[in-house]
Every structure is written in C-alpha cells, then in structure tokens.
C-alpha cells in the first residue's frame, strides 16, 4: 500500500474507533520526543476529498504532542488513496505490532488477527505457486518480515489460547515454552483420540488386548478393590506418590513440557494415614503366601514405611530392593549413570530408588539367590506418559523375581501401566487401578502396540 510523508494539523486527525487505548506514561513518552524527537511518525487515512483525517496507528504519540507538547502539527505517514475497513484495521495492527512494550500474548493475537484479516481480504491461498491467489502464512511472514516458522508457530498458539483459555498462558517466560505446553496438550489430546479409536476397534472382541485393558480400572482403588475377593493376590506393586514435593526434587519436573497432568501427590500430613489404609487394604486381598512391593522415597519415610506395614502384618526386614539407574556390566555389577540433584556442590547425586519387599505367610521367591540390585536406565522424561513411570524392562524383572507364572497381580496405583503390561509378559493376571484416563490412553495405545 503506498504512502506520502506530511506534516498535518493536529486538529485535522480524527482518533475514534481505536483498536488498542493504551494512554499509560504519556509524560514519559513526551518527555522521550522532547529530548529525543518523534522517533516514528503518525500513521493516518484521508482521502483527498475529505476534510478530516483518520489516525490509523500513534494514538499515546497524538496524545503526547498535543497535551503536552503543544504541537499544532505532526509528522505523518499519509494513506491517501481508498482502502476497505479491513485493510485500515490490518494497518493499524501492523503498526501496533511494532510495539516494544507487546506481551507474548498481545503479540501471538495480533498477529492472529493481521493474518485473518488478509485471508478475509484475500481469500486463502490452495496453491504454493508464488503467483497463485490468495494469502498464506508465508505471505504474513514476508509481509512481518519474519520466517515462516515463527508465523507458524505464533498462530498456532493464539488458537491454543482461544481453545484452552484456562491455561495460564502469562506464566509462560516465552513462546517457546508455552509450545512446550502446547505440545503436550497436543499429545494428550491425540492419545486420547487414539486410545477412543482402538477400544473401538476392539469393541467386546475377548482377544488378548481387549482383556489386557479391561484389566486397567479408572476409579479410585480403595473403593473399587472391595469389589475383589480377599485372599486372592500373589503379588502386589504398589507405587504410590512419594509425600516428598516433587517440584522440588524431580528433574525436569517444573519443565512446561513436563507431563505431570493428573499426578495426585498426598501432603506429607496425610501420609501415615494413606499408608496405613493402602497396606490395610492389600494385605485383605493378598493370597495366604504372597509378596508385597512398595516403592518409597526414603527420606524422610524408611522407618515409617516399614513400621507402618508391619502394624498391619507385613512381614519385611531393613533390607530393600534398589533399581539402580544404569546398567549391569559384564561383571553384572550395576553402573549407575543418571543421578539427579538440585545442589551439586552439597549433595550427591541420587541414582536410585529403593522398594520394600514384604510378605504375608512363607512366600518363596521365583528366582531364589537374586541380587537386591536391579540395573536399568531410567525412561527419559520426554517418553513419559506419568511423571514418575518405571521401565518395562526393571519391572518385569522384578515381577520375574518375585512371581510365578499364573499368578493374580494387583497394582493399586496403576499410573503408566507398565506394572500389568510386565505382568502379561510373565505370563500373570493383572488388575490395576487409577483415578486419571489420561494415563489410561497411553496404556491402551501399548497394549496394542505390545499385543495386537
């Protein structure tokens, strides 16, 4: 669109009808032009036929020099030939878009808003021929002067911000981080939509997968165990959340990308009390000789997890099973390499997690003479389906140790799922609950992926 560069009366500029208001710190902009002059000019539609103009963009400038300055005219950037209501209100963002002071949010929308107004101009452009009709967004980008990636992705997240309005999209640092968001809501959402499709698919067919994830139970497991019979389990897995502030341990737990959706965490408070009930409930439902795995963070609760358990009637001693985050060597000798702390300089890297083995009756272990040490590297937190989620490979081995084939399964806190995928791959019977389907979409797109 083409210009002219003019001085014009302030009181022939017209400012009605303003797209953004923002009149804050007018001294301090006048004070700016004062000592440092109109550092960009006015941007105004008149016709020549007409007697007033139309400020298009500069309405804190206008104010600035006319309140304050005293100016009878200012420098403009002159449109004087026709042009629709949408293309004035496309210039008039174009220009607030040049805003030092735009948020991220203010950006992303404005732009959203520049690119729809051209399409609406326009029309959308089909082909990718440089001469083909239409606008695209590499038309915006060249017109913006910016990549095509970034137009990309800015309009991606303005339609995230108008799909999800919950999401607290200010708390962002910046856009690439709140793709991060994005992303992850993107994942959930076509795991969800896959996991639909596939029990779909699967209908009341009594294959292996179609009872695999019968076998995954969304509700809340101290309600819904009562519905098994007591004295059932062989072996129990219980993972439950840790009461130790994961935020503030976890790495990569604060990352925006970090799926951490539906994590329910017990205040340290409670947590005697959770315990008391889980083990109380599972040691109703455990077979006459059967086996216990409790997962436990052991700061602050070594002692109480084993006193707890014990007050029930879990038999367990000091000793504990560790998964050390590395790999066996050819001497079988576990290498840890993937510790974990928030103060390198005061403490030592954390490269693994511990689990009580408890039993109730005179249990034998499947694989007598076992080492307590099991050496496996982490699953990397980008893979995730749960924030805390254990390899496939370390919980089969464990469940190998422990279990025979055939045996009943209960996995009171399901999360991920790979407690029963590993129970099916042993040859036992799983049952797991959880209170979050979305962690049951990523189960059910396994299960097919493992047993289809």
Known sequence: MNYRVEELPLDMIEADDRAREDYTDIDKLAHSIREKGLMHNLVVYHLPSE?????????RRLKAVKDHLGWTKVPCRVYDHFLSELELKALELEENLQRSNLTMIEEVKLKQQIHELYVAMKGEKISRTSDAPGHSQSDTAKMLGESHATISMDLKLAKAMEEFPDIQWEKFKNKHEAMKCLNTISTSLDRMQKSQDIQKELGSNSCRAALMIKNYVIGDFFARVQECPDGYFDLIEVDPPYAIDLTRVKKGYNDPGYNKTGYNEI???NYPAFLYNTFLQCYKK???????????????????VREIAEKVGWKTTGLVGIWSKGVENEEGISEA?????HMPNKRLANAYEMFYYMWKGEPSLAKPGRSNVFGYKPVPHTKKIHPTERPLEMITDVLKTFGQPGANVLVPFAGSGNTLLAAMLCDMKPLGFDLTEGYRDGYVIRVQEIFQ
Request: hydrophobic share 40%; charged share 15%; glycine share 12%.
């Open 51 to 59: 007697p007033k103009a139309k400020l298009i963009a500069g309405g």
């Open 337 to 341: 390499n993937a510790g974990q702390t």
């Open 286 to 304: 455990a077979a006459q000789n059967s086996w216990m795995i409790c997962w436990f963070g052991p700061d602050p609760w070594f002692n109480i």
């Open 267 to 269: 205040e340290e408070s």
